[in-house]
């Protein structure tokens, strides 16, 4: 039947995406793989269509409008026309699942598996994790946001720079704020300050990132304090200005 599916890799559990992985495909996680619908992002989401006509499927991401593909060689691909035949495939039941393969290989029969030793998926001759469950799926559209990195950050006395990378899901509007004002972090960049620290004492804050439905995610940021040397050097220096 025509609809939105994932398409896993029974035995290792994980999911086709839409990203590429040089001349493959990357996979994601599932944790459990005995339900009857999968509720998951858009880019592990695929559109499996039966042409009747032409008698092959053609199978379509959700996320990006791009098309599961191959050519000759251990390869995959998502591509934007289906207006070639690198685009039909074949779906077969197999014992304890599927296999997709596909239709127009000019070599021999090419299956999307799952290659567990370069983990990526592709269309492969030889055997791979190739037994596939096509389970019904719908799209995530809850709101959600990653951070990184979300580690302690150390920074010296003398101060500087943390970028951090948010990557918004489905809509999120992430903010950051600071909890000490030695340490700033602009909403836009995500770009952080750590002002120099010119006392004895080490410091320390934390960075909260948050978006409306969605989970705080905090980050603390630890300083070091001014080393007695550089103690020692200020005031000499501060003295001698005074004296002169």
């Known amino acids: 039947e025509n609809g939105n599916y994932v398409i896993v890799a029974k035995s290792s559990k994980v999911m086709l995406t839409n990203a590429a992985v040089g001349s493959a495909l990357a996979h994601k996680s599932i944790d459990n793989i005995d339900v009857d619908k999968v509720t ?19 199978i379509k991401s959700v996320g990006n409008g791009c098309y599961l593909s191959a050519t000759n060689g251990n390869t995959a691909y998502a591509t934007k026309t289906n207006s070639d035949n690198f685009c039909h495939m074949i779906i077969s039941e197999v014992e304890g699942g599927y296999n997709i393969e596909w239709k127009n290989s000019t070599s021999d029969k090419r299956i999307l598996g799952y290659n567990t030793s370069s983990p990526r998926f592709a269309f492969y001759t030889t055997s791979q994790d190739n037994t596939l469950l096509i389970i019904p799926a719908e799209i995530d559209t809850t709101p959600n946001f990653t951070v990184s990195p979300t580690d302690e950050k150390s920074i010296g006395a003398e101060g500087g720079n943390i970028q951090f990378t948010v990557v918004a899901i489905n809509g999120a509007v992430v903010t950051a704020k600071s909890s000490a004002d030695w340490l700033t972090i602009d909403d836009d960049t995500f770009n952080a300050t750590v002002d120099a620290n010119e006392t004895a ?24 304090a001014l080393s007695t040397d550089d103690d020692e050097a200020k005031t000499y220096t501060e003295n001698f200005t005074n004296w002169a």
């Open 201 to 224: 004492e080490a410091r320390s804050a934390t960075i909260t990132f948050s978006a409306d439905g969605c989970d705080d995610v905090v980050v603390t940021v630890s300083q070091a």
């Open 40 to 58: 998951t992002t858009d880019e592990s989401v695929w559109y499996i269509e039966w042409d009747e006509t032409n008698s092959y499927y053609l």
